[in-house]
């Protein structure tokens, strides 16, 4: 089965610098990859999400890009603030196994003002 | 997105027992699952809730463990059953929409709870 992989799994970072977390997934027949925000005692929140026949996708200070050759995609935050420390996860899903998510382990950011 | 509403949000129970979560939904969707979200840990599905059938389970989930409901097409049951400290977890529903042509999958707030 599918398998993700992300790292870090902690990043500190300084208000208004970028941070950048990267996942990579065994199923080349995946096809999805949603990004997502889990603040402490919520649900997670579907940020952003890319398919497989895009290779980059912008909304405001958010960014993902997917290498299919390499299985990798990367979330990236640009002029990151307080409000964006939180654990972030990435997922893998295919379309035979329409909405399951493979998650991966998560990152926890944390921006210091 | 669609607005999820998920019944308790946080519980205390006695090993033996048993809970039923509840998931409601303000639309109608095809699909709906169960994730567990064990402490500090990821998010691992435990099954589909399919309307009308049985639900499809994931391997290391069995239905007698956590049987699941769907009886229409906005709200779904989990139970944790014969409950251990072991399964001391957030479950979390979440729904597949068709949102601008492609499916996008969103989640409740989750159940948060402890075994004793």
């Known amino acids: 089965g599918e398998n993700v992989e992300q790292h870090p799994s902690t990043l500190s970072v300084q208000e208004g610098d970028s941070a950048v977390i990267k996942c990579t997934y065994s199923d080349s027949a995946s096809n999805y990859f949603p990004w997502y925000k889990q603040e402490l005692g919520k649900g997670p929140q579907l940020i952003i999400d890319?398919?497989?026949?895009?290779g980059e996708k912008k909304d405001q200070r958010i960014a993902v890009t997917l290498n299919k050759t390499a299985k990798h995609f990367s979330l990236h935050i640009t002029e990151t603030q307080p409000e964006d420390s939180a654990v972030y996860f990435c997922a893998a899903s295919k379309g035979d196994s329409w909405g399951k998510l493979q998650f991966g382990a998560g990152t926890q950011v944390v921006v210091t003002p | 997105s669609a607005v999820i509403s998920q019944k308790p949000s946080r519980d205390i129970c006695q090993r033996g027992t048993s809970l039923t979560i509840q998931c409601q939904v303000d639309?109608?969707?095809?699909?709906m699952f169960w994730y567990r979200q064990q402490p500090g840990q990821s998010l691992t599905l435990i099954a589909t809730a399919n309307q009308g059938s049985e639900a499809t389970y994931e391997s290391g989930f069995v239905i007698d463990k956590f049987p699941i409901s769907r009886p229409n097409l906005t709200f779904s049951t989990l139970t944790v059953s014969n409950m251990s400290p072991e399964d001391s977890s957030i479950y979390l529903c979440?729904?597949?929409?068709?949102?601008?042509?492609?499916?996008?999958?969103?989640f409740g707030p989750g159940t948060r709870l402890t075994v004793l």
């Open positions: 979440s729904v597949d929409i068709s949102s601008r042509g492609s499916n996008e999958q969103f």
């Open positions: 890319i398919r497989s026949n895009v």
């Open positions: 639309s109608q969707v095809t699909m």
